[in-house]
């Protein structure tokens, strides 16, 4: 027998109990197809949901970095100590607690708010610093974003640097 006789692949194949047709590859090679088909979407999903958080708190954190410099600037503009500090979702004492309410923060001098940010929902925040006169923190601050798994943490030092690292 030579190399190009495929009569003794037929017969091992038979032996197996296998043999190959023509509609069965094409039967196999449609289950495949849908099979990927299938498993595309299931994949998308989870890149679509871990952008969409990303992207949330990496926006937040942008807007964030940007307000805190504003407060500082602010209080050096007016000579007056300026706080930015995170506010938790607050519920009334005779309603029931609301997971959903959005978590916000504020921007106030000594004695008013000058700005409130509302978040967007899934977002929380937690953190607070006060500017001193002269533009730098009372304290070092640290803030602390996050949204399903993701974080973000910004820093301010002593200096009054802000950082993302």
């Known amino acids: 027998m030579s190399d190009s006789d495929p009569k003794p692949d037929r017969e091992r194949a038979k032996l197996l109990g296998f043999e190959m047709s023509w509609a069965r590859v094409r039967k196999f090679e449609a289950l495949v197809f849908f099979a990927m088909f299938g498993a595309v979407p299931l994949f998308a999903f989870r890149v679509v949901s871990y952008t969409q958080s990303q992207l949330l708190v990496r926006n937040a954190t942008h807007e964030l970095v940007q307000d805190l410099h504003n407060a500082k600037e602010m209080a050096v503009r007016t000579g007056k100590e300026v706080t930015l500090k995170a506010v938790h979702p607050q519920t009334g004492m005779f309603s029931p607690s609301d997971s959903r309410a959005p978590y916000r923060y504020l921007i106030k001098s000594e004695v008013k708010a000058n700005e409130e940010v509302v978040l ?32 973000s943490t910004i820093e301010i030092d002593r200096e009054g640097m802000v950082s993302v690292p």
């Open 120 to 151: 967007p929902s899934g977002l929380s925040l937690t953190g607070m610093v006060t500017f001193s006169p002269a533009g730098r923190p009372l304290r070092p601050s640290t803030f602390i974003f996050s949204v399903d798994n993701r974080t």
